[in-house]
């Protein structure tokens, strides 16, 4: 044997191991249905979402309705949760006002293309629709 006979039979060996494919599929999540809203009260929402496939965790993004522009504006608020967590309660928001949500999936890939928008209204402050036989949100 030569020291390149010693050297060769251990490469050759590994060579099935170095080349054994998987059936991995690297891609972000699809992209998530929308939110849905729970109890709406004066400064918080709750909000819920379907699972999404591959999703190891969710960000949320809240805009104040009357905030011109797109969604790269520091105003904009990002929540984010695990993959596990399809609902969460949204709070530190402003009475008698209009809100805009979005939801994204993200894995190790990526993020996935983000929900439809959807608006929700909070409740006006200091409103109980009992004794004021009024609706406390804003219509």
């Known amino acids: 044997f030569t020291p390149f006979d010693v050297f060769l039979i251990p490469v050759v060996q ?3 191991l170095l080349f054994e494919t998987h059936a991995y599929i690297m891609a972000p999540p699809s992209k998530p249905k929308s939110v849905v809203f729970g109890d709406v009260e004066e400064t918080e929402i ?3 979402w379907e699972k999404v496939e ?3 965790g969710y960000k949320v993004l809240v805009k104040d309705f009357s ?3 797109d969604w790269n504006v520091p105003e904009v608020m990002v929540h984010e949760f695990d993959g596990n967590t399809t ?3 949204i709070d530190e928001l402003y009475p008698t006002s209009t809100f805009q949500f979005k939801l994204i999936a993200t894995n ?5 293309p983000e929900s439809e928008i959807v608006d929700c209204d909070t409740k006006v402050a200091n409103c109980n629709s ?3 036989k009024r609706s406390c ?3």
């Not at 190790?108 to 996935?112: C, N, P």
Request: hydrophobic content about 35%; proline content about 4%; aromatic content about 0%.
């Open 54 to 56: 591959g999703a190891t």
């Open 130 to 132: 009992s004794e004021n």
């Open 137 to 139: 949100v804003v219509q």
């Open 14 to 16: 590994l060579l099935p």
């Open 108 to 112: 190790a890939d990526g993020d996935s």
């Open 46 to 48: 709750s909000i819920s």
């Open 67 to 69: 905030i011109e522009g």
């Open 87 to 89: 609902s969460a309660t």
